[in-house]
């Protein structure tokens, strides 16, 4: 088995999360994103973000305004759309859900946490 491969599909789904929570705070410029990402210590390029933005929006769940930028060519900002927001949301409950449940699996606090080997051949057999 090949770690790459699992440490990048873990990443595939956080980053989605990460890009949405960023822009769900406001506007968002995408350098402004990655600049963010990169602070966190989730580093992503733009020839990850921009695929992952137009996914987003082609799903109806971003949407972007074109501002005209005094050094250059205007700049795109991306903000959640309904749909958009009703979706983190839901990514949102996802997560708390699945990081509690993960913390209880690798770092049980109570006994009752603690699954033994045992206990999951019992479980099985019910």
């Given amino acids: ?12 789904g956080v980053l989605e999360f990460c890009i949405l929570s960023i822009i769900k705070r406001g506007e968002a410029y995408p350098s402004d994103i ?27 769940l971003l949407s972007y305004r074109w501002v005209e ?11 959640l759309t309904e749909k958009g927001d009703a979706f983190y949301k839901e990514l949102e409950n996802t997560w708390k859900e ?17 699954i033994e080997p045992q206990d999951l051949n019992t479980k099985s057999e019910e």
């Fill in 34 to 60: 990655i600049e963010e990402m990169k602070r966190a210590s989730l580093h992503i390029f733009e020839g990850t973000l921009y695929p992952l933005l137009t996914r987003l929006k082609n799903a109806d």
């Fill in 98 to 114: 699945m990081s509690e449940a993960v913390g209880r699996v690798i770092q049980p606090k109570t006994p009752e946490e603690i």
């Fill in 1 to 12: 088995m090949n770690i790459e491969n699992t440490q990048s599909q873990m990443r595939k």
């Fill in 69 to 79: 930028s005094s050094g250059g060519p205007p700049r795109k900002y991306f903000s």
